[in-house]
């Protein structure tokens, strides 16, 4: 534990933000920082949670501990709708109460003896968990990097896909796509090299396809997309960002059974006792709003949900290039990845949000790859994409 | 991993219960085995939650991420409706998806690196997730322990309380009370001297007070009625069986801020690093639920349900007392731990199974001091109680 440091970074963005509220009271703050979704839920999908919740109190409805995995309805539900043609069956899809939580586990299950790889920025959850259970060294001032971690450095120079040719053998690579900070989303083309890599060193990926949903090309959604994966990929997902779950709290991890130790065992089977031992399944009220996410019409209302937010982007990256900035993603993820050459992203931070009132993040806050851009997300209500455009407009034109 | 015995306790049990409806389709199976709650929620909880899901759908209900720690609201409620005059703050208290899923937490927390007591027979995911992490050595098939984990033994003949002149030692001792499977919860006195215990030898208390609204006597509901409690103590409870929330998930773990590693460095602030970045809160619609039922009407209408399965588990006491056996617990705790001596728990278990279709629990499950003894759980239908009842006297008598 006291490998980390001072503080988680979204966590740290909120007293920052704090802080600037109570030096300017009056001033319209506008929240680009934390990701977090916005606009209501549909109502078909908060109807069934009430009426699950309803029939509760009914002799009839009641339900007390379901099946830690979740309830089969929805694991069949999420492989027939999300990952049809891939191969992934139900039984191989835990349901929990959202990615972040899931990663822990997976940590949990992976233990200390293991060496890990992440893209570089990533989301700071990977290091942070890997810290947690001893996978690695100590932070290293000068480089801001923890020894014993392999960072794959994922900039523009290199289209924000790791050169793997010169990237070291680890048990675990982590790999978001689309990325959480970049936005970038990795093509089939891409991934392919992923699994082979992984295949070839007999790696284990752990693929976070948190913002499947947001992509607008031909690039996959699912690392299943690509033959041979499921014999090296775990896949973490979520409802947060694809039907606005964030407080409302569900995911899934795929473990396909083609997934083994080089022993031979296979992984899904430690990962089910994880799930028994250290989890007790996700709230039945909200699997029940997860099950109307994957309807027919729930399924059309979150996808309608999504295309604002990917409106928002567009808005976002228009402004940014209209100031001739380079910017980055916002076509494949909700956020925007702006790049300041030469100076530090803290700076470039705080000087957005004294001057214009907007929370963004700082890219550092994702890896040493992070500085020299901030992330800007699109997660806000129309008119607050329209306003902060503004503001940024007066701040560097 | 490889270190875990073939499965978990209660999937253990669910695969002989589905077995036994295999062979026997046509028998009105009685399951007091897993503790499952089987009334329904009070309409007053219910209709909370249900009201949270719905303004979801709305711009002006509608919430994304909350505090990683729980809504505000909600840890006040508790300190101030279950810890009156204990001094525990609602800034102590982290509102989670339930007490299991905390006790994996806390160990990822503690890490490999630390020895641990737990009472024997006790609830199986202390060692569970101890073996996970790293801290034990290997089972040894002798004795059915785990080596570098201490079990103190609690059993009829030290009144289920340990003896702690003869306890080693140890960096962190997992306590339960009122104690699952034993039903029995330790007095004010014997808390004292764990408490004095602890101090003396620099050790954490890891305190479940999952069932603390069973008891029906003088003794503690919280380990922190006892003076100096939150120097050493850390308390896990849950809304589970306290609510009927076995399914809709709510707990909260209790960690004070007197509570210092030999550096004097407070184990909140790690604790509070593990929450923020293992978790993300519990779903808000629940908490919603929490809230309801710590209101005056919400925390009146649980209670009547806790004194429901307590009249059930007087129910139960009495059918095995009148056959002559020797019944434990079910006062202060909705288990009844029956003792069958010089007999195997299992089979005790399986005859039980075969002749009366009843599910149970062999104490063995719960650790070798678990031996000779059966849970029964008073989690159940009113009818279900006396047609058990009926058919354990016609089995026994």
């Known amino acids: 534990m006291e ?13 920052r933000e704090h802080e600037h509220i109570q030096k300017n009271p009056n001033a319209r703050l506008i929240r680009l920082g934390i990701g977090d979704t916005t606009q209501p839920i549909p109502d078909i999908i908060t109807t069934a ?27 069949m539900a999420i492989a027939e709708t999300l990952y ?28 200390s003896n293991v060496k890990v790889a992440v893209q570089d920025p990533s989301f700071p959850a990977y290091i942070d968990t890997s810290v947690i259970v001893g996978q690695s ?17 994922c900039g523009a120079e290199n289209n924000f896909f790791p050169d793997l040719s010169t990237t070291p053998r680890t048990d675990v690579i982590f790999f978001c796509s689309p990325n959480n900070p970049t936005g970038s989303a990795a093509s089939w083309k891409q991934l392919k090299q992923l699994v082979d890599f992984a295949k070839t060193n007999g790696s284990i990926i752990v693929y ?5 949903a947001y992509i607008s090309d031909e690039s996959p959604r699912s690392i299943f997309e690509i ?18 779950f964030t407080g409302v709290r569900l995911g899934w991890t795929v473990v396909p059974e083609e997934l083994k130790y080089s022993n031979g065992f296979p992984v899904i089977e430690d990962f089910n006792r994880i799930v028994c031992t ?10 029940a709003g997860g099950l109307a996410c994957l309807s027919r019409d729930g399924y059309q209302a979150v996808c309608n949900v999504v295309d604002y937010y990917k409106e928002n982007a567009k808005i976002l990256v228009e402004a940014f290039a209209s100031l001739g900035l380079k910017v980055y993603g916002g076509k494949n993820a909700p956020y925007v990845w702006v790049h300041f050459p030469g100076m530090s992203s803290w700076n470039v931070f705080n000087e957005i949000l004294e001057k214009t009132h907007v929370v963004t993040v700082p890219g550092r806050g994702f890896g040493p790859g992070g500085e020299e851009y901030i992330r800007v997300s699109a997660f806000s209500h129309r008119e607050n994409m329209m306003e902060a455009s503004l503001r940024m407009k007066k701040l560097f034109r």
Do not use: W
């Open 137 to 153: 060294g100590k932070l290293e001032e000068k480089t801001g990097k923890y020894s014993d971690i392999v960072y794959m450095n």
């Open 84 to 111: 049809r043609g891939t191969g992934v069956k139900g039984s191989e899809i835990f349901v929990s109460d959202g990615a972040q939580c899931d990663i822990s586990r997976l940590q949990m299950l992976l233990g």
């Open 278 to 287: 250290c989890f007790n399944g996700a709230s039945n009220i909200v699997q």
């Open 208 to 212: 976070d396809s948190a913002y499947a």
């Open 49 to 75: 949670m009430a009426e699950h919740a309803d029939a509760l109190s009914t002799t009839r409805g009641y339900r007390g501990y379901g099946a830690e995995q979740g309830n089969m309805e929805l694991r």
């Open 3 to 15: 490998g980390l440091r001072s503080g988680y970074l979204f966590p740290e963005i909120s007293i």
């Open 227 to 244: 033959p041979g994966a499921k014999e090296v990929a775990i896949e973490i997902s979520s409802f947060s960002k694809f039907a606005g």
